[in-house]
């Protein structure tokens, strides 16, 4: 019940990925990210803990597809699960058990992976791969678009209800982490907090880096 997208900037060094679904909260259960190691996403009656343990052994040196098999030994269901890992090369590999749900699929590009289940059709990983191809900028406004992409292409079968960015930098906590746990509208709804937190997001690096350069935090008593 949900498609997604991860990505890596070469120029930048950072990594992210964008995920929607008609399930409630779905970013804080299937997307992970580690500065400077990769992204992990699991999904497809999903298991959580093959996130955290993808990183792992991301950090350890593995491939991609090794890290996919190691998780496959890790998981006696994983013939359940749908997962995709994309290290900080810009590799990806991606994997759909047997059992994933309804139509579904997942697409390998240039310094991207997506997948999805549940899907109106076939072509949706392909097409977030290509907006995110095809998309220049910042890496989250990138992931954004083709998230975008992968709604318009079709999406899933039903309305999705939830949606999130979640991105590291040099910081090792997420530089972006922006979630629409419950929305009518969530894509939309996700484009609009991007748009007011990107202004906003070099100044919370600065205050956790180098605070006594930091600008004013704009609010009532702050002088």
Same mark, same amino acid.
């Given at each position: 019940?949900?498609?997604?997208?991860?990505?890596? !900037?070469?120029?930048?060094? /950072?990594?992210? !990925?964008?995920?929607?679904?008609?399930?409630i !909260? @779905?970013?804080?259960?299937?997307?992970?990210?580690?500065?400077?190691?990769? @992204?992990?996403?699991?999904?497809?009656v999903?298991?959580?803990? =093959?996130?955290?343990?993808?990183?792992?052994?991301?950090?350890? *040196?593995?491939?991609?597809? &090794?890290?996919?098999?190691? =998780?496959?030994?890790?998981?006696?269901?994983?013939?359940?699960?749908?997962?995709?890992? #994309?290290?900080?090369?810009?590799?990806?590999?991606?994997?759909?058990?047997?059992?994933? =749900?309804?139509?579904?699929?997942?697409? @390998?590009? &240039?310094? !991207?992976?997506a /997948?999805?289940?549940?899907? &109106?059709?076939?072509?949706?990983?392909?097409?977030?791969?290509?907006?995110?191809?095809?998309?220049?900028?910042?890496?989250?406004?990138?992931?954004?678009q083709? =998230?975008?992409?992968?709604?318009?292409? *079709?999406?899933?079968?039903g309305?999705v209800?939830?949606?999130?960015? #979640?991105?590291?930098?040099?910081? &090792?906590?997420? @530089?972006?982490? #922006?979630?629409?746990?419950?929305?009518?509208?969530?894509?939309?709804? #996700?484009?609009?907090?991007?748009?007011?937190?990107?202004?906003? /997001?070099?100044?919370?690096?600065?205050?956790?880096q180098?605070?006594?350069?930091?600008?004013?935090?704009?609010?009532?008593?702050?002088?």
């Amino acid at each position: 019940m949900t498609f997604s997208v991860a990505g890596f !900037c070469p120029e930048t060094g /950072m990594l992210g !990925c964008a995920i929607s679904s008609s399930s409630i !909260c @779905v970013t804080s259960r299937c997307a992970f990210v580690g500065s400077g190691t990769g @992204v992990a996403l699991t999904q497809n009656v999903t298991n959580p803990d =093959l996130g955290p343990l993808g990183l792992k052994l991301l950090s350890e *040196g593995l491939s991609p597809e &090794q890290v996919l098999e190691a =998780l496959g030994e890790a998981d006696s269901d994983v013939r359940w699960r749908q997962l995709g890992v #994309l290290n900080n090369k810009g590799e990806g590999a991606t994997f759909s058990g047997e059992k994933a =749900l309804g139509l579904h699929a997942t697409a @390998v590009g &240039q310094n !991207c992976i997506a /997948m999805g289940n549940l899907l &109106q059709n076939e072509q949706v990983p392909a097409a977030m791969v290509k907006a995110f191809e095809s998309s220049t900028g910042h890496l989250a406004e990138r992931l954004l678009q083709a =998230l975008e992409a992968g709604l318009a292409a *079709g999406g899933e079968m039903g309305p999705v209800h939830s949606a999130g960015i #979640l991105m590291c930098a040099e910081p &090792q906590w997420p @530089v972006v982490d #922006l979630r629409v746990d419950w929305h009518i509208d969530p894509i939309n709804e #996700l484009r609009m907090v991007w748009h007011n937190y990107q202004p906003q /997001m070099q100044a919370y690096i600065t205050r956790a880096q180098d605070p006594d350069n930091a600008e004013s935090y704009g609010v009532p008593g702050d002088e």
